[in-house]
């Protein structure tokens, strides 16, 4: 499964999960990919989802971008991903370039105003994901 990564502060990248884990090993792998229990987000007309950490807000995490449809803005790492028939699938190409695109620039969280997030959008270019490991401000899961 093939999904497009946004971290806080960093450019969005893809990354594919193994299809061949069992469902066990599969919910552990996108728990890591967020640092905790996953919750589903549904903002677009199109069969996708954001994939989010549900505590991210509660726990501190750092804000990382604004979402449309009521949803505010997102805490901590998330994914997003094709939604299959009844599970999470890969993210098609276009939607791929369309969401890397969408989500390129990082946000500065102003305020709220409601349930929409008051953001300024940073100019320069949010720094490229590496391959080298670096620190995570998010919690493991505890359930």
Known sequence: ???????????PYE???????NSDEHLRALQEIVGGWIEAIYP?????????NEEGLINGLPF???VPGGYGGVFG???ICGLGEEDFCSLPPDL???????FRNSEILLGFDGNEAVTLKVSSQPKPHDTTP???NHSSPER
Do not use: Q, W
């Open 96 to 102: 791929m370039e369309r969401f890397k695109k969408e």
């Open 15 to 21: 990354k594919e999960i193994s299809d061949s884990l």
């Open 77 to 79: 790492t998330f994914f």
């Open 1 to 11: 499964m093939n999904v497009l990564v946004v971290e806080p502060g960093f450019l």
């Open 64 to 66: 990382n971008r604004s």
């Open 134 to 136: 670096h620190e995570k």
């Open 44 to 52: 677009y007309d199109e069969e996708v989802a954001i994939v989010c």
